[in-house]
């Protein structure tokens, strides 16, 4: 069995979930590319050390996804919205059992049973979840809207910004409490 002591979340991560080890501890498995192994810590630890990593933290992903889209709970997360990474978890992130899919990999769903769905992901993997298949496509379409808003606040038009020849000079006189501006 692969074990690693970190990881971070990456293109080709398709899913992190947790899974408890012999001792009772939550440890993170990842399914990454055609590969799987497990992680010394739990998802949420997992994801926030990756955003950490890119100047962000868990804190304020949730919180930006809140901002962006309409009341929900459960919100997707923006990792690396440069390469496409986006999260969405299946379930409360405080249970053990809660998935974390990357969107970018999940290509189709199949109904197995009243309650259970096939997801089929990159690399040719098939996962199967207890979840009505209409209760993860809005979880995955809210992950799009997500996504698709943060694309369109990135592509904002290219500004060019022309310094001017003079400036002000900026000076606060001796025993006075504010700074007074001239031109040059």
Not at 34 to 53: A, D, G, M, N, Q
Not at 109 to 118: A, H, S
Not at 133 to 143: G, I, L, M, S, W
């Amino acid at each position: 069995m692969d074990l690693r002591d970190r990881h971070l979340i990456n293109e080709k991560t398709v899913l992190v979930t947790g899974e408890y080890n012999d001792t009772g501890e939550l440890w993170s498995r990842v399914i990454e590319g055609e590969e799987t192994f497990l992680v010394k810590k739990s998802p949420t630890t997992v994801i926030e050390e990756t955003l950490l990593h890119l100047g962000s933290n868990f804190l304020g992903a949730r919180r930006s996804s809140k901002y962006l889209l309409s009341p929900m709970r459960m919100h997707p997360i923006s990792v690396n919205p440069q390469m496409g990474i986006l999260l969405f978890p299946t379930m409360n992130m405080k249970c053990h059992c809660c998935i974390w899919f990357s969107l970018i990999h999940v290509k189709s769903t199949n109904p197995v049973g009243v309650n259970q769905i096939e997801v089929l992901t990159s690399f040719g993997h098939t996962i199967l979840i207890d979840m009505s298949e209409r209760a993860f496509n809005n979880k995955r379409q809210k992950a799009i809207q997500l996504q698709e808003t943060i694309i369109n606040n990135l592509n904002c038009p290219l500004n060019f910004y022309v310094e001017p020849k003079n400036g002000f000079y900026i000076r606060k006189k001796p025993k006075e409490i504010n700074y007074f501006l001239e031109k040059k």
